[in-house]
Antibody, heavy 113, light 109 residues
Framework: EGQLVQSGGGLVQPGGSLRLSCAASGFTFSSYWMNWVRQAPGKGLEWVANIKRDGSEIYYLDSVRGRFTISRDNAKNSLYLQMNSLRAEDTAMYFC??????WGQGTLVTVSS | QAVVTQEPSLTVSPGGTVTLTCGSSTGAVTSGLYPYWFQQKPGQAPRTLIYDTSNKHSWTPARFSGSLLGGKAALTLSGAQPEDEAVYYCLLSHSGDVVFGGGTKLTVL
C-alpha cells in the first residue's frame, strides 16, 4: 500500500521561508498528480497547489501564487513546497496528497513573531 | 474562484441512509469537474473515499457510493455505522481551479 511521509515545517517569523517535503513509497509516484492542501486550526480544507505527473503543469491558489513554489523529483519519488514571504494567515497544517488517494500525515506551519 | 457548497451538518440513525451533496456556484456539477469525496475524523489526516464522481479506492467501505444527483455531486452512505461519524469534504476541479467545499459534519445518532 502507498504511503506519503512529510517533513519540514515549524515556526517561522512573518516574511520568512520554509520548505516542505513529501516522500512517496509503495506506488508509482510519477503516474499521479500531486497536491498540497492546508487546514488552518479549527477550519476546513483548502487546496494550495498541484503539479502534473511530469511537472509540465502547475496551478496555485491565488493567495499563494508568487510566494509558494511546488515542485517534484520523480527520480526521488518526492514532492516539495517552497514557501516564501510567509504571512500569519499561512498558519496551518499542510498535507501532501496524491491523486492515487494517499495523504501525508501533515506538518504544522506556524507563522508568528 | 468558484464556491463549492455542502450541507453544514446532517444526522443519520445507525443503519440508516443519508446523502450528502456538493454544489458549485458556476452551475451544474458534471463529471468534468472530477468530484472527490474525503472523510476526516478528529485529530486525523483526511482520507480519500471517492474520486472522479463514483470511483472507490480499495479502502473505501462498500456502504459509501458517489454519484451525480440533481446537478450536484452526491455521496450516499447506506447502512451508517458509528465509525462513520466524521466531517466529509467534497472537492471540484474547475480547469485548474481546485476548490473544497466547506465540509459536512455527519452525526450518527
Amino acid at each position: 500500500e502507498g504511503q506519503l511521509v512529510q517533513s519540514g515545517g515549524g515556526l517561522v517569523q512573518p516574511g520568512g521561508s520554509l520548505r516542505l517535503s513529501c516522500a512517496a513509497s509503495g506506488f508509482t509516484f510519477s503516474s499521479y498528480w500531486m497536491n498540497w492542501v492546508r487546514q488552518a486550526p479549527g477550519k476546513g480544507l483548502e487546496w494550495v497547489a498541484n503539479i502534473k505527473r511530469d511537472g509540465s503543469e502547475i496551478y496555485y491558489l491565488d493567495s499563494v501564487r508568487g510566494r509558494f513554489t511546488i515542485s517534484r523529483d520523480n527520480a526521488k519519488n518526492s514532492l516539495y513546497l517552497q514557501m516564501n514571504s510567509l504571512r500569519a494567515e499561512d498558519t496551518a497544517m499542510y498535507f501532501c496528497v496524491s491523486t492515487a488517494g494517499y495523504w501525508g500525515q501533515g506538518t504544522l506551519v506556524t507563522v508568528s513573531s | 474562484q468558484a464556491v463549492v457548497t455542502q450541507e453544514p451538518s446532517l444526522t443519520v440513525s445507525p443503519g440508516g441512509t443519508v446523502t450528502l451533496t456538493c454544489g458549485s456556484s458556476t452551475g451544474a456539477v458534471t463529471s468534468g469537474l472530477y468530484p472527490y469525496w474525503f472523510q476526516q475524523k478528529p485529530g486525523q489526516a483526511p482520507r480519500t473515499l471517492i474520486y472522479d464522481t463514483s470511483n472507490k479506492h480499495s479502502w473505501t467501505p462498500a456502504r459509501f457510493s458517489g454519484s451525480l444527483l440533481g446537478g450536484k455531486a452526491a455521496l450516499t452512505l447506506s447502512g451508517a455505522q458509528p465509525e462513520d461519524e466524521a466531517v466529509y469534504y467534497c472537492l471540484l476541479s474547475h480547469s485548474g481551479d481546485v476548490v473544497f467545499g466547506g465540509g459536512t459534519k455527519l452525526t450518527v445518532l
